[in-house]
């Protein structure tokens, strides 16, 4: 069954009216893979059908303000207060509004807020308190807040992580794009000039979620084997106008797939 908050429609260019109901594409990463192309007597031209996303929802500003508490039984603060000091963990915790679910014991919420300060999702996510790492067994423990809070016919589409921060970011400063909201997080500590955002999974470096970073030069950091990948996108995104370079750094790397820059600042 197709999940109406992952599902794409497609659109008539001539009358700009949505298409019959099962007619769209979920994009639901890995998971789904249904698509349905609009069907007729007469043959379909790329120009014919647009995909149309529905309209985003929105969770309330006031949800940050409900759940940015109770740092003391967070696993993800617990783990980066054994290398940054109290004023550098309260800093970033308000830059990135990070907080606190009690969906699992120690769980941490990590805000889609764009620049225009719409919240658009908040991922749940639990990591070891130790290491860092994120809970994979027995199963992978990762969440959206508009499950968590049952809100029903919630249609979500997903923006980079940390993006309402770009209104205070001067357009002469690099943006650094790297996959994990963890990593971003602490290279923003280590390497403050820049501002770090995270696309928050390896299928997020696209046209959508990179579209308000146009008028900025961006370094994109992938993680180990996504280069080929990442740098496909980037030559066709610049050009369309914007200014990415694809680091090779951690690629010529001798380290195991999926190492990213913050496996090799805390090593």
């Known amino acids: 069954m197709v999940k109406k908050k992952a599902f794409v429609k497609y659109v008539d260019n001539q009358n700009n009216h949505y298409l019959e109901d099962h007619s769209g594409r979920c994009d639901r990463e890995s998971k789904c893979k249904y698509h349905l192309s609009p069907k007729g007597n ?43 000091t109290e004023d550098e963990l309260i800093d970033v915790i308000k830059r990135y509004c990070i907080s606190t679910s009690t969906y699992w014991k120690g769980a941490t919420i990590f805000w889609q807020i764009d620049e225009k300060l719409n919240i658009h999702a ?17 199963f992978p423990h990762i969440n959206w807040m ?21 209104e205070d970011h001067p357009v002469e400063k690099a943006i650094c794009i790297v996959e994990s909201e963890k990593t ?6 280590y390497y403050p000039n820049n501002l770090w955002l995270a696309t928050g999974s390896k299928s997020n470096f696209k046209l959508e979620l990179l579209k308000p970073l146009k008028q900025y030069n961006i370094l994109a950091f992938p ?26 750094y951690i690629e010529n790397l001798n380290v195991k797939e999926g190492v990213d820059l913050v496996d090799l600042v805390i090593d």
């Open 42 to 84: 007469n043959p379909i031209t790329t120009n014919s059908y647009r995909e149309q996303p529905e309209h985003p929802t929105f969770h309330n500003e006031n949800v940050i303000q409900t759940y940015g508490n109770s740092y003391n039984n967070n696993h993800f603060i617990h783990f980066l207060a054994q290398y940054f």
């Open 122 to 138: 908040g991922k749940v996510m639990l990591y070891n308190i130790s290491t860092g790492k994120r809970i994979k067994k027995p």
């Open 146 to 166: 508009h499950n968590v809070l049952q809100m029903k016919d919630f249609v979500l589409q997903q923006c980079l992580f940390g993006l309402h921060n770009l």
């Open 184 to 189: 971003a997080i602490i290279m923003s500590i």
């Open 223 to 248: 993680d180990k084997t996504e280069y080929e990948n990442w740098n496909s996108k980037t030559q066709q995104l610049n050009k369309y106008g914007f200014n990415i370079k694809c680091s090779t």
